[in-house]
């Protein structure tokens, strides 16, 4: 069964920075859609950054310029600078493997103002 496990995440004061890692136990290349989503608490999960078909990275605009996506043969990750309080929340990476969607097991991140 594959499997991403999630590491980083935390707590963190406003305006400060914090990297989120995701691995898997096949190659994450094999992972043809990557994306990392967030859920506060009382709301709906999101999509906050993400890495398409061909490559091509996408952001929310809640996010836009301050969160970085980006991966390499062995993990995803996503980086987090300039962050606000309003980014507290529960992060998960996602990726399609095949027509299998996989989720990691989420990563609590706390940001104090």
């Known amino acids: 069964q594959v499997q991403l496990v999630q590491s980083g995440g935390g707590l963190a004061q406003a305006g400060g920075s914090l990297r989120l890692s995701c691995a898997a136990s096949e190659s994450i290349l094999a992972f043809n859609v990557m994306g990392w989503y967030r859920q506060a608490p009382g709301k709906q999960r999101e999509l906050v950054a993400g890495?398409?078909?061909?490559?091509g990275k996408h952001y929310s605009d809640s996010v836009k310029g301050r969160f970085t996506v980006s991966r390499d043969n062995t993990k995803f990750y996503l980086q987090m600078n300039m962050l606000e309080p309003e980014d507290t929340a529960v992060y998960y990476c996602h990726g399609n493997y095949g027509r299998v969607s996989v989720w990691g097991q989420g990563t609590q991140v706390t940001v104090s103002s």
């Open positions: 890495i398409g078909l061909r490559g």
